[in-house]
């Protein structure tokens, strides 16, 4: 089995990169509720601290601070790709590896991630989350897309989040 090499550092501030195995699919946003839910219950167990995010028809973008002592970001998202795997019931195309392995070949194996080393970069980070559906041409503004942290901020006010932060 391969040693993927991965920083470990416990509370650090991450982004990531999460894909559907199908460039092109919609499954994420047609199936919103189901990887919303995935992610709830992925988080009560182990908690993340979402400084942003965004969901796009076919991948993820993410920026996580993690608690202090807590490096496991790989756990999180194995639980929240297989709750939403599980819920959803879909499948992709299987190799004879993913079949042997009992996987849906519904997403993408790894993921990419990248540790945030200042509040620049967070900032960066955020932003880059943000204004993603814009890049591809699902939306005009930042805020016309539904599927983003942006409006979790906007509810509830909150002045001082990275979110509103990186958008201001």
Same mark, same amino acid.
């Given at each position: 089995m391969?040693?993927?090499r991965?920083?470990?550092v416990?509370?650090a501030t991450?982004?990531f990169?999460?894909?559907?195995?199908e460039?092109?699919?919609t499954?994420? +946003? /047609?199936r919103? /509720?189901?990887l =919303?839910?995935?992610?709830?219950? +992925?988080?009560?167990?182990?908690?993340i601290r979402c400084?942003?995010m965004?969901?796009?028809?076919?991948? #993820?973008?993410?920026? !996580?601070?993690l608690?202090?002592?807590?490096?496991?970001?790989s756990?999180?998202w194995q639980?929240?790709?297989?709750r939403?795997?599980?819920a @959803?019931? &879909?499948?992709?195309?299987? @190799?004879? @590896?993913m079949?042997?392995?009992?996987?849906?070949?519904?997403?993408?194996? =790894?993921? !990419?991630?990248?540790m945030?080393? /200042?509040p /620049? *970069?967070e900032?960066r980070? #955020?932003a880059?989350?943000? @204004?993603d $559906?814009?890049?591809?041409? &699902?939306?005009?503004?930042?805020?016309?897309?539904?599927?983003? +942290? &942006?409006h979790?901020?906007l =509810?509830t006010?909150v002045g *001082?989040s $990275?979110?509103?932060?990186a958008?201001?």
């Amino acid at each position: 089995m391969p040693n993927y090499r991965r920083l470990r550092v416990p509370g650090a501030t991450w982004f990531f990169t999460v894909n559907l195995a199908e460039r092109g699919g919609t499954a994420l +946003t /047609d199936r919103i /509720d189901l990887l =919303r839910e995935a992610y709830r219950v +992925t988080a009560a167990e182990q908690p993340i601290r979402c400084e942003a995010m965004v969901v796009l028809p076919d991948h #993820i973008h993410a920026v !996580w601070t993690l608690p202090p002592g807590d490096a496991d970001f790989s756990r999180r998202w194995q639980k929240i790709k297989g709750r939403f795997t599980h819920a @959803s019931g &879909l499948r992709g195309a299987q @190799s004879p @590896s993913m079949a042997e392995k009992r996987e849906a070949g519904l997403w993408q194996r =790894r993921f !990419w991630e990248h540790m945030i080393r /200042d509040p /620049d *970069e967070e900032r960066r980070a #955020i932003a880059y989350c943000l @204004s993603d $559906p814009v890049r591809h041409g &699902l939306v005009a503004q930042v805020e016309d897309w539904p599927f983003s +942290t &942006l409006h979790r901020d906007l =509810r509830t006010k909150v002045g *001082e989040s $990275p979110t509103l932060r990186a958008v201001a």
